[in-house]
């Protein structure tokens, strides 16, 4: 994820690690006693106002060793993180309640709480976990904070590295980006693209999930629901939806960006910011669906891999892309399922079409040039969803 200093990048190195056999409950033990003593040193700081290192560890680091049996730097790293999440906490003006962790994961701090030795990652503890995969791309970039996290029965280490911010080159066009439901519509004048979104396999995994609550919600299944395992599986439901979102958006803002960078064009995109007030004049079963696809999450993603990629990128107002005239401005009619026609000129063409021109068009003007009126439907190239 993009943050730090003006022209450096943090990168995420993710390195899947496991530990030797008669380590790994002794790993799992350690992990839920800093959980707890996290919890514990959230609640302390916010209730004593103990947001200085100084002050907590004054107040903490012995508690955090002899109550919790954290070692020294881990002990460090946890009253660090928990004053992480108390200042971020604190600055919420909407605050609900106290913040709690409860995923399995330690903050280590690089030198001191944790270092890489050949092919092994060594804890401060006595802890050795073999490393099994790693991206070794940015080995040359010093190695900084990290997280060791425990999903699904498996360790993985997140490694966060700052490297420098490519410089963004002069564009020589544009790549507009126009988001529905069912596709995610790329072009310009010339040329466009289509990437079918996953929101079907989502909601699939969604409605699974939403089948099991109904059905376990009555008082005479609570037994059950707590013998069987239900609660776990519709947990699961939900995270697998939100997984294949999440794995969707990353690899298509990927792919959008890269076809970018290929022509020196630069990424435009709608500022969707307001869209959940749109959202809630919508039909229940269309408005789901839009929710779960996560505009956010893509435009969180289109904007970081710009800016890993040193692709520019522009943001314009969405208002009018899909209902005026790209030629004379008029307010189009519909005349077909998503097709689109302007009274006035004539001009005819599918409703993302017209988007994705107005976009360009918008983009232009934003960047003070100028851009040739269209036409004639565009050209159409079209790479498959996989």
Not at 334 to 351: I, T
Request: aromatic letters at 8%; a positive charge.
């Amino acid at each position: 994820m993009p943050m730090g200093s003006e022209g450096l990048l943090t990168l995420t190195v993710n390195v899947k690690v496991s530990p030797e056999p008669d380590l790994y409950k002794k790993l799992v033990d350690l992990m839920k006693q800093y959980r707890e003593a996290l919890n514990y040193s959230i609640k302390f700081i916010i209730e004593n106002k103990a947001i200085s290192l100084g002050k907590a560890h004054r107040l903490l680091y012995k508690v955090l060793k002899e109550k919790y049996g954290l070692p020294s730097k881990i002990a460090q790293d946890c009253y660090r993180e928990a004053i992480a999440i108390a200042k971020s906490w604190l600055k919420n003006t909407n605050k609900g309640k106290i913040p709690r962790a409860n995923n399995l994961r330690i903050w280590l701090t690089h030198g001191q709480s944790y270092r890489i030795k050949g092919d092994y990652v060594e804890l401060l503890g006595g802890y050795r976990l073999k490393i099994i995969g790693l991206d070794r791309r940015y080995d040359s970039y010093p190695n900084r904070e990290a997280r060791l996290l425990l999903k699904d029965g498996k360790f993985i280490l997140k490694i966060y590295k700052r490297v420098p911010e490519p410089a963004k080159y002069s564009p020589s066009g544009v790549l507009a980006v126009d988001v529905n439901e069912r596709q995610i519509v790329v072009g310009n004048r010339k040329s466009e693209y289509r990437f079918e979104t996953h929101i079907e396999r989502a909601l699939h995994y969604r409605q699974l999930a939403e089948n099991l609550q109904k059905r376990h919600s009555y008082p005479k299944y609570n037994a059950s629901l707590r013998r069987r395992g239900i609660k776990r599986r519709i947990k699961s439901f939900h995270r697998k939806a939100k997984n294949i979102i999440d794995d969707w958006a990353k690899k298509v803002s990927h792919t959008i960006v890269l076809l970018a960078k290929q022509r020196q064009h630069a990424v435009v995109r709608e500022d969707l910011t307001n869209l959940v007030e749109a959202l809630r004049k919508l039909p229940k079963e269309h408005k789901t669906a839009l929710l779960i696809l996560g505009y956010r999450r893509l435009e969180y993603w289109i904007d970081w891999q710009c800016e890993k990629q040193g692709v520019p990128s522009i943001v314009i107002n969405p208002k009018g892309t899909s209902s005026i005239c790209p030629i004379c401005g008029s307010k189009l009619v519909e005349v077909n399922y998503r097709k689109l026609k302007c009274p006035k000129c004539g001009f005819e063409a599918n409703r993302d079409t017209i988007a994705v021109i107005n976009i360009e068009k918008k983009a232009y003007k934003k960047m003070g040039g100028s851009l040739t009126t269209p036409t004639a439907p565009q050209m159409t190239d079209v790479i498959p969803n996989r």
